[in-house]
């Protein structure tokens, strides 16, 4: 099981960036999918995450600006962030548990990406 993250880069304030994560393996249930992020400095944060259902949640600082959405079929989540803002700058990982098929019945480890940089330039 690994989980391929992409998308990021720089933008200057105002703009947007989409980035997205694809689970892949042999997967047998993924219920919670989430974007974190750590800043310079700062502990990682949750950003948001949404369950299989499509429940969502958001951290206040990004309400209103970020939408998270999934594909089930996929195993890809993705985070839109619009009216980004310099202090949105920072290291972006998504973090999903995975039930996979292992070699006696299934398994659940907690899975993260690789980290991809957003950039918020005034």
């Known amino acids: 099981v690994q989980l391929q993250a992409s998308g990021g880069g720089l933008v200057q304030a105002g703009g947007s960036l989409r980035l997205s994560c694809a689970a892949s393996?042999?997967?047998?249930?993924?219920?919670?999918m989430g974007w974190y992020r750590q800043a310079r400095g700062n502990q990682r944060e949750l950003v948001a995450s949404?369950?299989?259902?499509?429940?969502?949640n958001y951290a206040d600082s990004v309400k209103g600006r970020f939408t998270i959405s999934r594909d089930n079929v996929k195993n890809t989540v993705w985070l839109q962030m619009n009216s980004l803002k310099p202090e949105d700058t920072a290291v972006y990982y998504c973090?999903?548990?995975?039930?996979?098929?292992?070699?006696?019945?299934?398994?659940?480890?907690?899975?993260w990406g690789h980290g991809t940089l957003v950039t918020v330039s005034s």
């Open positions: 973090n999903v548990p995975i039930t996979y098929f292992s070699g006696s019945g299934n398994a659940t480890d907690n899975y």
């Open positions: 393996g042999r997967i047998f249930s993924i219920n919670v």
């Open positions: 949404i369950t299989s259902r499509g429940s969502t």
